[in-house]
């Protein structure tokens, strides 16, 4: 088994508010980790601090030949932090496209202006994204003459442009009507199925069940209960656990 990210001993604050309080995780490459929990549990910013949008205080992140440390009075330098951020890719929960930029020109920005790619190249790319998430022939439209579904498509396309190691999603799901959900869902779990290594925020326990290898309960900053979905969704350890699943009707 090849390890594809590690964290180890992630600890964030904010002021005297400790949110992450010591977390260990680890991901082979063409896993696919679901995070649950409650509202506030710190879900989000482990999530976050995988790709560095949050800085931790404590502990180390990994992926194949690269570690970044962090230790109070000595954080990481930028040039270290925008290496290793961009060797991951984030899908948000309320899209970030441009708007003044078309379905074909969003999925571009990032390989252009990041990566240096030529806009011939990137133009290619991005169609084959489009395509592959099932909006090919949306590529000229903008945002605002996309269904929320489709919005969040072109987000998982632009996520992949830059051919991350590790992609990320936070609750993508969660801001879409529920007949637009299964588009997304969709996408995620054909490319679970090729091999992506993915990190998955989500309240979609449907989503977790099928697609998942690993289930994490997260609560107060602080891991609870992680492994295979049959047996943290179905017959979990922990009472946090069951409470949390019961007050969601899952038991």
Do not use: C, W
Not at 37 to 55: E, H
Not at 170 to 183: I, K, N, Q, R, Y
Request: aromatic residues 4%.
């Amino acid at each position: 088994m090849t390890i594809q990210f590690e964290m180890r001993n992630i600890r964030l604050s904010y002021g005297s508010n400790e949110v992450l309080k010591g977390i260990d995780l680890s991901a082979a490459k063409g896993e696919v980790i679901v995070i649950i929990g409650p509202s506030g549990s710190g879900k989000t910013t482990l999530l976050r601090s995988i790709n560095l949008l949050a800085k931790p205080t404590e502990g180390s992140l990994r992926l194949p030949g690269s570690e970044i440390r962090f230790t109070e009075g000595q954080p990481p330098s930028s040039a270290e932090i925008l290496a290793f951020r961009r060797r991951t890719g984030m899908v948000f929960q309320s899209y970030h496209l441009f708007p003044h930029l078309t379905a074909l020109q969003n999925v571009m920005e990032g390989q252009v202006v990041v990566q240096r790619r030529s806009k011939a190249e990137a133009r290619s790319r991005s169609m084959e994204l489009l395509t592959k998430v099932g909006l090919g022939e949306k590529a000229d439209s903008y945002p605002h003459q996309l269904s929320g579904g489709q919005q969040q498509r072109v987000g998982i396309a632009r996520a992949m442009g830059t051919s991350p190691e590790l992609l990320l999603f936070d609750e993508p799901t969660s801001a879409l009507d529920p007949e637009l959900v299964g588009d997304v869902l969709g996408v995620m779990k054909a490319l679970a199925s090729e091999g992506m290594t993915m990190i998955v925020v989500t309240h979609e326990m449907r989503f977790a069940s099928e697609a998942a290898d690993r289930v994490i309960l997260i609560d107060n900053g602080v891991k609870i209960e992680e492994g295979p979905p049959e047996q943290v969704l179905r017959h979990p350890q922990q009472e946090r656990t069951r409470s949390f699943l019961s007050r969601i009707h899952l038991l």
